[in-house]
């Protein structure tokens, strides 16, 4: 069933509206909302009315109502069926058997085999589908100038080329990772590459406009357009200053060390909790004193059991899921930030809390391969990169900043965000905007 809800939005009517496509929108939290809770917040002054369509209630793994303040005066249709989380959460709710730890882990397994074997390209083809629609009624009651689609997941861009074929409105495609190189995105098959091949093939031809968040992912998604189409556009994730004011200020006793966001095992959490060991063998003093804080939702694997393997039960603490600005307040009170990206993820995944490390003026330990994070942290001079399979240089790492922090030298880096313009959410949406209007002249 079609269930709604909708916000006050502006009614000037000098003003562009856009019909914004995005599953992932608060009050889900994670990550994966932050880039387009920010271009939906400031569009507004640069000209564009904003109107989300995204999905109802659903099982996910973090609810942050929170971030709906941000956004309260901006219309909001939400559309709730035909989609397995949706199912789940019904079930949830009427067994709780969805509560028990180990029934989450195999569940999040059996989501992963399906998205990967059953539906293409991702398991929101069924809501994309049957959400059409809703999305052509509110094409005519709202008359958008353009449509603009975000993905993940990316069977959100079928549905914006459904609307363009069937409205001639413009469409703007916005992929916030790479379609085919993704951590649980590999195709099992050779059929099932020739499909999402095909189908991004059709949304390159198709698409009046894509951006993307790194260079690397522009050049792949290239190599699918037409000749005559104009180049992908860039706009990186970023931060929110307005996010970093007002944080509550400690100052920790014990040499702290932070990880923020979904941790999957592909990001090889063991070679780190190896480096760390590492370490305190070569600064026998550190065990007094360290503590490391794993923040954000932890994917596929039991990472209590590899915590207790490793024997850091007093040093590594697993906080979970917390709500967006009190997890910004936990990295400015760290003394080191965990980065870890999988060290066979493509040279163009930049994850977003890597600009939210950069603004909190705390120095990164950075376990990536050679890619575009690691090219920021060292055109930024913010941290220290290191290979992820390394666990020397990481247990080096770690020694010599708890050395310096023992010495009163590891201090905060004043002024943080000086030289980080082009990473401000707001200047970003500027960005978008003049897209925008350039897409519907």
């Given at each position: 069933?079609?269930?709604r809800?909708?916000?006050?939005?502006?009614?000037e009517?000098?003003?562009?509206r856009?019909?914004?496509?995005?599953?992932?929108?608060?009050?889900?939290?994670?990550?994966?909302?932050?880039?387009?809770?920010?271009?939906?917040?400031?569009?507004?002054?640069?000209?564009?009315?904003?109107i989300v369509?995204?999905t109802?209630?659903?099982?996910?793994?973090?609810?942050?109502?929170?971030?709906?303040?941000?956004?309260?005066?901006?219309?909001v249709?939400?559309f709730?069926?035909?989609?397995?989380?949706?199912l789940?959460?019904?079930?949830?709710?009427?067994?709780g058997?969805?509560e028990?730890?180990?029934?989450?882990?195999?569940?999040?397994?059996?989501?992963?085999w399906?998205?990967?074997?059953?539906?293409?390209?991702?398991?929101?083809i069924?809501?994309?589908?049957?959400?059409?629609?809703t999305?052509?009624?509110?094409?005519?009651?709202?008359?958008?100038?353009?449509?603009f689609?975000?993905?993940?997941?990316?069977?959100?861009h079928?549905?914006?080329?459904?609307?363009?074929k069937?409205?001639?409105?413009?469409?703007?495609?916005d992929f916030r990772?790479n379609?085919?190189?993704?951590?649980y995105?590999k195709a099992p098959t050779?059929?099932?590459?020739?499909?999402?091949?095909?189908?991004?093939?059709r949304?390159?031809?198709?698409?009046?406009?894509?951006?993307?968040?790194?260079?690397?992912?522009?050049?792949?998604?290239e190599?699918f357009?037409?000749?005559?189409k104009?180049?992908?556009?860039i706009?990186?994730?970023?931060?929110?200053?307005?996010?970093?004011?007002?944080?509550?200020?400690?100052?920790?006793?014990?040499?702290?060390?932070?990880?923020?966001?979904?941790?999957?095992a592909n990001?090889k959490p063991?070679?780190?909790?190896?480096a760390?060991?590492?370490s305190?063998?070569?600064c026998p003093?550190?065990?007094k004193?360290l503590?490391?804080?794993?923040?954000?939702?932890?994917?596929?694997?039991?990472i209590?059991?590899k915590?207790?393997?490793?024997g850091?039960?007093?040093?590594?603490?697993?906080?979970?899921?917390r709500?967006?600005?009190?997890?910004?307040?936990?990295?400015?009170?760290?003394?080191?930030?965990?980065?870890?990206?999988?060290p066979?993820?493509?040279?163009?995944?930049?994850?977003?809390?890597?600009f939210?490390?950069l603004?909190?003026g705390?120095r990164?330990?950075?376990?990536?391969?050679?890619g575009?994070a690691?090219?920021?942290l060292r055109?930024t001079?913010?941290?220290?990169?290191?290979?992820?399979?390394?666990?020397?240089?990481?247990?080096d790492?770690?020694?010599?900043?708890?050395?310096?922090w023992?010495?009163?030298r590891?201090?905060?880096?004043?002024n943080?965000?000086?030289?980080l313009?082009?990473f401000?959410?707001?200047?970003?949406?500027?960005?978008l905007?003049?897209?925008?209007?350039r897409?519907?002249?």
């Amino acid at each position: 069933m079609d269930k709604r809800q909708i916000s006050r939005g502006c009614e000037e009517e000098n003003v562009k509206r856009v019909l914004i496509i995005a599953y992932y929108f608060p009050p889900l939290g994670m990550g994966g909302v932050q880039r387009t809770l920010k271009f939906v917040r400031y569009l507004p002054e640069n000209g564009w009315d904003p109107i989300v369509l995204t999905t109802g209630n659903i099982l996910y793994h973090a609810y942050d109502e929170s971030l709906v303040r941000e956004i309260e005066d901006v219309r909001v249709i939400r559309f709730e069926g035909g989609d397995p989380l949706h199912l789940m959460q019904i079930i949830k709710q009427k067994t709780g058997i969805m509560e028990n730890k180990r029934l989450n882990l195999l569940r999040d397994r059996v989501n992963r085999w399906a998205a990967k074997w059953i539906f293409v390209p991702d398991s929101k083809i069924i809501w994309t589908r049957r959400v059409r629609q809703t999305a052509l009624n509110l094409c005519e009651r709202f008359d958008p100038h353009l449509i603009f689609s975000t993905s993940p997941p990316h069977s959100s861009h079928l549905l914006g080329l459904f609307l363009k074929k069937e409205t001639r409105i413009p469409w703007m495609a916005d992929f916030r990772d790479n379609w085919l190189a993704e951590k649980y995105e590999k195709a099992p098959t050779a059929l099932h590459q020739a499909v999402r091949l095909s189908m991004l093939k059709r949304v390159m031809d198709q698409a009046d406009s894509v951006v993307t968040v790194s260079a690397p992912i522009a050049r792949s998604l290239e190599n699918f357009q037409a000749g005559s189409k104009p180049e992908v556009a860039i706009i990186p994730n970023g931060f929110n200053p307005a996010d970093f004011q007002n944080l509550r200020n400690e100052s920790p006793e014990c040499f702290t060390i932070t990880y923020s966001g979904t941790l999957y095992a592909n990001r090889k959490p063991d070679v780190f909790f190896h480096a760390v060991s590492l370490s305190l063998k070569q600064c026998p003093i550190l065990r007094k004193y360290l503590r490391i804080q794993l923040l954000g939702k932890i994917m596929d694997m039991d990472i209590e059991r590899k915590i207790q393997r490793a024997g850091l039960e007093n040093q590594i603490s697993v906080m979970g899921y917390r709500p967006y600005r009190e997890t910004m307040a936990y990295l400015k009170n760290s003394h080191l930030l965990l980065l870890m990206i999988s060290p066979e993820s493509s040279e163009g995944i930049v994850t977003g809390k890597l600009f939210e490390y950069l603004a909190s003026g705390i120095r990164i330990l950075a376990a990536v391969p050679e890619g575009e994070a690691a090219e920021i942290l060292r055109k930024t001079k913010r941290g220290f990169v290191v290979h992820p399979m390394d666990t020397q240089a990481q247990a080096d790492v770690i020694c010599r900043c708890f050395q310096s922090w023992r010495a009163h030298r590891l201090k905060p880096i004043a002024n943080p965000m000086s030289g980080l313009e082009n990473f401000n959410r707001r200047t970003q949406t500027a960005q978008l905007a003049g897209l925008m209007n350039r897409v519907v002249q």
